[in-house]
């Protein structure tokens, strides 16, 4: 059974750094790549980025200077990092399976971020 | 950065009726589009992949199709379980983009 949960901080910091990891199951690292997708109160999903099966990765390029994604295979986790956090950070953070023919076909539940002092 | 636009942005629609949202993408995506159902504090669900194919477990009632850089996503028979928000997603090319969604409404 396919699955994937998110876990970190609920709260923030406004200029910190968010270190949120993506906890999977069901599947190797190694065969799948796994995106980071955030989504703001009210609003529409936004990609942040991919890691795929081989280690590289792909970022948002309005994110890029602030995002690193990484993973460990040996325990199944994968690690969003994002630093110098604004109050528009605030957002549930999911990640989500990656094949080729099929994006995103498994996702966590989220992990809900707020940005705030 | 490859452009989604869909539309509409909200649909009201009676059960049993025809329901079509479409995506129109700013380039040549080939059939690199997902379409994604959301429903109210959950996850979005894949439903379509490759513009045209069912995902696993999902009902008959829904399709995808192409015609050059138009997407459409049809419902043959909306059903209550139906309600939530559609997004379709390029995934030709990185950065991937969604579309802005539809929220689609019981009428």
């Known amino acids: 059974q396919v699955q994937l949960k998110e876990s970190g901080p609920g709260l923030v910091q406004p200029s910190e750094t968010l270190s949120l990891t993506c906890t999977v199951s069901?599947?190797?690292?190694?065969?799948?790549?796994v995106n980071w997708v955030r989504q703001p109160p009210g609003k529409g999903l936004e990609w942040m980025g991919t890691?795929?099966?081989?280690?590289?990765?792909d970022y948002n390029s309005a994110l890029k200077s602030r995002l690193s994604i990484s993973r460990d295979t040996s325990k199944s986790q994968v690690f969003l990092k994002m630093n110098s956090l604004q109050t528009e950070d605030t957002a549930i953070y999911l990640c989500a399976r990656d094949t080729i023919a099929a994006p995103m076909d498994a996702w966590g539940q989220g992990a809900s971020v707020t940005v705030s002092s | 950065d490859i452009q989604m636009t869909q539309s509409p942005a909200s649909l009201s629609a009676s059960l049993e009726e025809i329901v079509t949202i479409t995506c129109q993408a700013s380039?040549?995506?080939?059939?690199?589009l997902s379409w994604y159902q959301q429903k109210p504090g959950k996850s979005p669900q894949l439903l379509i992949y490759?513009?045209?194919s069912l995902a696993d477990g999902v009902p008959s009632r829904f399709s995808g199709s192409r015609s050059g850089t138009q997407y459409s996503l049809k419902i043959s028979r909306l059903q209550v379980e139906d309600i939530g928000i559609y997004y379709c997603?390029?995934?030709?090319?990185?950065?991937?983009?969604f579309g802005a969604g539809t929220k689609l409404e019981l009428k």
């Open positions: 997603l390029q995934a030709y090319s990185a950065p991937y983009t």
């Open positions: 890691i795929w099966n081989d280690g590289s990765t």
């Open positions: 490759g513009a045209t």
């Open positions: 380039q040549d995506i080939g059939n690199w």
């Open positions: 069901g599947f190797s690292l190694t065969s799948y790549g």
